[in-house]
């Protein structure tokens, strides 16, 4: 059932990433992508029936704003004219894309850590692949290139966007929770940005490196409380008590 949902999920937030791209500037929608990282803090804090904390919404707040400038969005203006021209349905979309991949890595949690993670992994990609079928066939895009090199561009694009990305996913998110998932998620946009300044030499401004900072900050921010309990020494009679208890 989790890993049914997990291949669901998938397959949503890739589809309506790419269809709502077609519509809306690059920058404009991998930001409303990148809204998964509040979302997973909703979608935890309505399962677990809690308030978050000020210093989660702060954290949360710094990783949107760190979005913006990180994507470069502030630094094109052109992308903010006429806003009305970006239809209402692919901007929902992009929300809809956030909302997938938030539910994705939250329900990633609660795989079943006995499951060996390359047979979870072959399960999700599967039930992903089988729905993606039946939005778009095959058959209609592909058939005739596969001949011309697509299957090549096609191997490594799956091999590092699904396959790779997918197992280390259900094999962390088990061990670490759904939230912290959904917190160092954020992580991607700071990685592509510096991927992109020192593989290809894309010029990255102090702005877009000050959204990095951000991002970084926020995550810091939102899991520091928890880092720090992790990392704090029990009281000796607390340990002393959790062992009567086990032993009961």
């Known amino acids: 059932m989790v890993l049914g949902v997990l291949g669901l999920s998938g397959a949503e937030c890739t589809y309506t990433y790419y269809t709502a791209v077609q519509f809306l500037p690059a920058s404009f929608a991998i930001v409303l992508s990148f809204q998964f990282s509040w979302m997973v803090l909703v979608i935890d804090a309505l399962v677990r029936r809690y308030w978050p904390r000020r210093d989660q919404w702060l954290g949360a707040a710094a990783i949107c704003a760190g979005t913006v400038l990180a994507a470069g969005l502030l630094e094109h203006p052109g992308v903010w004219h006429g806003p009305g021209m970006w239809p209402l349905g692919a901007v929902l979309l992009g929300l809809a894309s956030a909302l997938g991949y938030a539910v994705n890595l939250y329900v990633a949690g609660y795989a079943d850590a006995t499951v060996p993670p390359a047979l979870r992994t072959a399960v999700v990609i599967t039930c992903s692949t089988l729905i993606t079928f039946l939005l778009i066939h095959p058959g209609v895009h592909f058939a005739d290139r596969l001949g011309q090199?697509?299957?090549?561009?096609?191997?490594?694009?799956?091999?590092?966007?699904?396959v790779i990305p997918t197992w280390l996913l259900l094999t962390a998110v088990p061990n670490i929770?759904?939230?912290m998932a959904g917190v160092l998620g954020a992580i991607e946009l700071p990685v592509a940005v510096a991927a992109a300044h020192a593989l290809v030499g894309e010029p990255v401004s102090a702005g877009r490196w000050m959204g990095v900072v951000l991002i970084l900050a926020g995550i810091v921010v939102s899991e520091w409380r928890?880092?720090?309990?992790?990392?704090?020494?029990?009281?000796?009679?607390?340990?002393?008590?959790?062992?009567?208890l086990r032993r009961r």
């Open 226 to 244: 928890g880092l720090r309990a992790a990392g704090t020494p029990q009281p000796k009679h607390t340990c002393i008590r959790a062992r009567i």
């Open 177 to 179: 929770g759904g939230r």
């Open 149 to 162: 090199g697509l299957w090549m561009w096609g191997l490594i694009m799956a091999l590092t966007s699904q």
